[in-house]
C-alpha cells in the first residue's frame, strides 16, 4: 500500500544526527525550554524572515497566543475560514474572541475576499489567513484588504513551511503567525510542538510568558497563560530536520508536478496550479471527483491510500452549528467537502510509486 506519509523513511544519516542530539540532550540535564529551543527558535525564525519564534506545545496553542498577544479577544470578530483544521477555529474561540466564517474560492480552496468583505461588521479585528495544502494566499491583496478596512492579520502557516511569495515566506506577512510541528506536517516533530512567529518584540516577549502559566519572572504571574513550552528534545530534532527542509520541499515539488502532469485529462479535477512555483509547498495533494467515495475506494483496490480534507466543513461540526457566517452562505466550502480527496505526495515517494498514483486514479471510471 502507498501511504499517506512514510515518516519510517528518514534517511539514516538524519537518523544518525537526531538519535545524537537526543543522547545530547540526556546528558545535559535540561528538558524544557533550555538552548535547544533557544538554538531552534532562532533557527525558525531566521528560515521564516521574523525577528522572533516563540516555541509552544503545539499549533492550536500558537494559533491562541498569536491571537491574544495580537491584542484580539473578547468582543473582537475574527473572519477565517471554515475548509481547515478546526484547530483554527477552536483557538479563535479560546482567545475569547468571534469567529466568523467566509467561503472558500473553488479554484484554490483559500479563503475568497468577496466572501470576506460581507463578513466585515463593525466589530470586525482581525483575519487570520490559513494557508491551506501549503499554498501561501494572494498576499498583497489580503494587505490591500486589512489596510482598506483596518484589520490586523494573523497567518495560520500551519500546512505552508518555507511557501514564498516575492521572496517573503509564510508567517512574515501577519502581525503575528503560527506554525505547527506535528509529526505529519511538512517540517514535524516526533510528537507535538508548534511556534508563534512575529517581527513585534513586544508580541514575542509576550508570547513567552503566555506559554509558560503567564509568568513574568520566576512566580510572578502578571497575567493568565497556559502551559505550552517547546521541550529540548523536539526542538532538537526540528533543528535536524529544518537542515533538510528546502531539500524535502524540492522533492515534495517535483512529486506534486509529475501527479499534476499525469493527470492531465484523467476523471478528476485539480485545484488550479500555482503561478509562482515557490508559493505552493504541496503539505496535501488535492484532487476533486464527484464520486469521492467511490474514486477512494478505487484508489484502495490498487493500494494507493488517500485521506479527506476535510469531510466536514467547521461549521458544520456540532460546537460550531451556530458560528457566524457569509450572510449568503458557505456553498463552496461545502461543495468541497463533499468532493475533495487527498492523494499521497511526501517526500520519500519515489518516481515508481507516483507513477503507480497517477495510474490508479486515471484507470478509474
Ligand atoms: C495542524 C494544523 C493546526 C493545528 O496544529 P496542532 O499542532 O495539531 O495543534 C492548525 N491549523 C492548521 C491549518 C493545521 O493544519
Redesign the pocket.
Known sequence: MIQMQALGREPAEIRARILERIAGVLGSGTHILGPEVADFEAAWAAAVGTGHAVGTG??????EIALRCAGIGEGDEVITTPM??V??VL?IVRAGATPVLADIDPHTALLDPVSAERCVSPRTKAVLL???YGRLADMEAWEAFVRRHDLILIE?A??AHLAERGGRRAGSFGRAA?F???PT?NLGAVG???AVVTDDAEIAERARRLRNYGQSDRYRHPELGLNSRLDELQAAILTERLAVLPRATERRRAVATQLRDGLGGAPVSMLRAEDEPGADVH?LFVVRSDRRDALAEHLRDRGVASLIHYPIPVHLQPPFVDVRRDPEGLAASEAHARECLTLPCHPHLDDVEVATIVDAVRSFT
Do not use: I, M, R
Open positions: 503545539n499549533g492550536l496553542d500558537a494559533l481547515t483544521a484547530a483554527t483557538a490559513v494557508h491551506l495560520d500551519a500546512q503560527a505547527s510541528f506535528y506536517k507535538d510542538a508548534g503539505h
